[in-house]
């Protein structure tokens, strides 16, 4: 509810309806799938605890991530208005998530309308992310292009109350890194200390550490505006 009120204004009772949702915890391993490419899921999820992204699985058996994920979003929101899934959701880290029924949710947008939209927002907002994420990989340098995606994950950590002013617990592995970004590990590694050295971040042992962050915000050339979140972050 937390998540949705990011960037919708939505009441006490609409509040009371998402704690009434009758729902199912799940454990997740790292690495491990909650959703895969092609299933036709009849749930959505919330995160409770941890990270989780999606990706897209190629012939090859590589992947793409797409975007990520933290606790309070909606990670698989797209699965009640589409029937069979384009991409796949996995665990970045250990993870818990409430899957809760379609059908229970569209009984309550029957209901209340706010918290469909709000939802369906949800989605929206996905969307932009996505889109920023084609821009970031295609238009930016790889400095840039690596700077832009901690940025936005930090900010939108913080806006959800994750982490502290200056780091975050974020558990993705370098090979993960170069597949969100289209880099090579070398080209990951040489990257991470281009960024090391501006003194506007630190990334070690799953861990983001924010030096300057106006400097980090310039190297990424991050504008947060595509979140539509509120009120800022930072």
Same mark, same amino acid.
């Given at each position: 509810?937390?998540?949705?009120?990011?960037?919708s !204004?939505?009441t006490s009772?609409?509040?009371?309806?998402?704690?009434s949702?009758?729902?199912?915890?799940?454990?997740?391993?790292?690495?491990?799938d909650?959703?895969?490419?092609g299933?036709?899921?009849?749930?959505?999820a919330?995160?409770?605890?941890?990270?989780?992204?999606?990706?897209?699985l190629?012939?090859?058996?590589?992947?793409?991530?797409?975007?990520?994920?933290? =606790?309070?979003?909606?990670?698989? =929101?797209?699965?009640?208005?589409?029937?069979?899934?384009?991409?796949a959701?996995?665990?970045?880290?250990?993870?818990v998530?409430? @899957?809760?029924p379609?059908?229970e949710?569209? !009984?309550?947008?029957?209901?209340?309308?706010?918290l469909a939209?709000?939802?369906?927002?949800?989605?929206?907002?996905?969307?932009?992310i996505? !889109?920023e994420?084609?821009?970031?990989?295609?238009?930016?340098?790889?400095?840039?292009?690596?700077?832009?995606l901690?940025?936005?994950?930090?900010?939108?950590?913080?806006?959800?109350g994750?982490?502290?002013?200056?780091?975050?617990?974020l558990?993705?592995?370098?090979?993960?890194?170069?597949?969100?970004?289209?880099?090579?590990? =070398?080209?990951?590694?040489?990257?991470? @200390?281009?960024?090391?050295?501006?003194?506007?971040?630190?990334?070690?042992?799953?861990?983001?550490s924010?030096?300057?962050?106006?400097?980090?915000?310039?190297?990424?050339?991050?504008?947060?505006?595509?979140?539509?979140?509120?009120?800022?972050?930072?």
């Amino acid at each position: 509810m937390a998540k949705l009120n990011e960037h919708s !204004r939505l009441t006490s009772e609409d509040a009371a309806i998402v704690g009434s949702f009758s729902h199912t915890l799940r454990e997740l391993a790292p690495s491990e799938d909650f959703i895969r490419q092609g299933d036709n899921p009849s749930v959505s999820a919330v995160i409770m605890y941890g990270w989780v992204a999606r990706y897209h699985l190629l012939p090859n058996g590589s992947r793409q991530y797409l975007s990520f994920h933290t =606790a309070g979003d909606w990670p698989d =929101a797209q699965t009640l208005f589409i029937h069979r899934m384009d991409h796949a959701v996995c665990a970045i880290g250990p993870a818990v998530l409430a @899957s809760v029924p379609h059908k229970e949710l569209i !009984r309550a947008f029957d209901r209340r309308p706010p918290l469909a939209f709000a939802i369906w927002r949800e989605t929206l907002i996905d969307a932009a992310i996505f !889109r920023e994420a084609i821009t970031n990989n295609s238009a930016r340098s790889k400095p840039a292009r690596m700077a832009h995606l901690f940025c936005e994950l930090f900010y939108r950590a913080r806006a959800s109350g994750l982490g502290s002013d200056d780091a975050l617990e974020l558990p993705i592995s370098l090979p993960q890194l170069g597949e969100a970004l289209g880099m090579a590990i =070398a080209t990951v590694n040489r990257t991470l @200390s281009e960024l090391r050295a501006s003194h506007a971040m630190g990334f070690r042992g799953g861990k983001l550490s924010i030096h300057d962050w106006p400097k980090l915000c310039a190297i990424g050339q991050f504008d947060s505006s595509y979140l539509h979140l509120k009120k800022p972050a930072r």
